[in-house]
């Protein structure tokens, strides 16, 4: 599983007619088409340009098993040989009821049940919905209001956008996204607390913050508070200072909220424990699942719900209102399933514990004194750095730079894949790029991709125009 890559694949048929027209996929650029990824295994991609790749952040944070993980592979052709599909109006499946078994053993936080859908997005929706029934279940049908948290990201559909504080991804749809939801400041340390605040006193100016609004918007009007307990790709691998969510579960609970845990991005294993939550003492009444739940191997995610929750929807209109036509689906969960069957068994969050300590090591020693790096962050294997034209100021790059995307492609030539995001401030400022390798990775993968990532950077930053 280290560094030592397979013989490149020499690009052929479907690369080579690929080559000669533009593609009729509508791509996330229509100005360029990507190369066509051709095969995985391990850390490495292997694509259409002949490169080998080292997955160095899991394309965005996903792939925690890496590539052509046998036993998932043997997973999926065996429910395959068995169950393709059947619709949950009139059945369960096999998969699916062990991977909730499995994932919810010993009720964690008091969560009891999974429900399992396709993505992030739609387990977002699912969370704010079930919410928003479980109020009127239990008589409080003025419960209709979310807080979250700007420069937060829970989903691209309309409902998770609108409870997101991307405000890049959230301009052109302003005009059509939900007023139900309503912003707080995220805990963002770096920029944000005052030179002459402690921990304890940011964190209490911002517990503060979050009580207002509740008065503002009226305490009983408040059906749930919605956070990343680490920050995904919007704030770059931010996780909250001590007494954080502590303060946050205490409003919740004061005003008779429920607070609803995203962690997409950061939880199945991501940050060193197997819900990034634990590291806060704070469980949730909800908590969105998706990208470590399946690695990639099928499109799954899902929500975990608190026991209350769920006897409150037994006793009153007996099922939830909600659902989708591939809701946990049957090879998708047998590839779950094996995918956390790996992680248990093969104890890859020791190693991600011990990963990460040295991915964080290599990227302080590499990068901690740059000029042009002012702020290294994150836990697990889930890693940033947020880049400045001045340490001093923390005064960003001018954004039509585009600086993430020149160390994406630096980074790419080198042989490494990580993941870029621009508007790290407000949408439209700052730099980040986020590395998040493989649960998998040895100590040589950690060494290759903080050397590439160094070289990339420096490179990036060279190429930059006089003054930029």
């Not at 609004?213 to 059906?223: H, I, K, R, S």
């Not at 962050?377 to 600086?403: I, N, Q, T």
């Amino acid at each position: 599983m280290g560094v030592a890559s397979p013989v490149g694949l020499t690009p052929g048929g479907c690369a080579a007619s690929h080559a000669a027209m533009r593609s009729r996929l509508l791509q996330r650029n229509l100005r360029v088409d990507p190369p066509l990824a051709l095969t995985g295994q391990g850390m490495f991609i292997h694509d259409s340009n002949g490169r080998a790749v080292i997955d160095g952040s899991g394309g965005a944070a996903v792939a925690c098993l890496g590539h052509g993980h046998p036993r998932v592979l043997e997973a999926m052709r065996a429910q395959m040989d068995r169950l393709s599909y059947a619709h949950t109006a009139l059945y369960s499946c096999e998969p699916a009821e062990q991977l909730a078994d499995l994932v919810l053993e010993g009720e964690p936080g008091g969560l009891t049940h999974l429900y399992l859908c396709s993505s992030g997005s739609e387990g977002v929706e699912a969370a704010l919905k079930l919410a928003r029934q479980y109020f009127v279940e239990i008589g409080q049908p003025n419960r209709r209001k979310f807080i979250a948290r700007r420069q937060s990201y829970h989903g691209n559909t309309l409902g998770a956008l609108a409870a997101g504080g991307n405000m890049m991804r959230r301009a052109i749809y302003q005009p059509i996204l939900s007023d139900a939801f309503h912003h707080v400041s995220p805990c963002y340390a770096y920029r944000d607390r005052r030179d002459d605040e402690s921990d304890a006193q940011y964190v209490a100016r911002l517990a503060a913050e979050l009580e207002a609004e509740f008065q503002t918007l009226g305490p009983d009007t408040v059906a749930a508070f919605i956070a990343e307990p680490v920050v995904g790709a919007t704030l770059g691998c931010v996780a909250a200072l001590p007494g954080y969510f502590q303060a946050v579960r205490a409003i919740c609970d004061r005003h008779g909220a429920l607070l609803i845990l995203d962690e997409v991005m950061s939880g199945m294993g991501r940050t060193g424990t197997m819900h990034a939550w634990e590291q806060e003492g704070v469980p949730p009444d909800i908590q969105v699942v998706a990208k470590g739940l399946g690695g990639g191997y099928q499109p799954i995610g899902g929500i975990m719900i608190g026991g209350r929750i769920i006897e409150a929807l037994r006793d009153g209109s007996g099922g939830f209102m909600h659902g989708h036509t591939y809701q946990a689906h049957p090879i998708a969960s047998a590839a779950a399933l094996a995918v956390q069957q790996v992680i248990r068994e093969e104890g890859l969050l020791d190693n991600v514990r011990a990963m990460g300590a040295l991915l964080e090591q290599r990227l302080t020693e590499r990068l901690g004194n740059h000029r042009h790096v002012g702020d290294i962050r994150g836990r697990g294997l889930f890693w940033c750095a947020e880049f400045v034209a001045d340490r001093a100021s923390k005064a960003v790059f001018d954004p039509a730079l585009k600086l993430n995307e020149r160390i994406k492609r630096e980074a790419y030539e080198r042989g490494l894949a990580c993941y870029p995001m621009a508007g790290t401030i407000d949408g439209k400022r700052g730099d980040h790029v986020i590395l998040s390798p493989p649960y998998i990775a040895t100590a040589a993968d950690i060494e290759a991709i903080v050397a590439r990532f160094g070289d990339a950077v420096d490179a990036a930053i060279a190429s930059l125009p006089p003054g930029g």
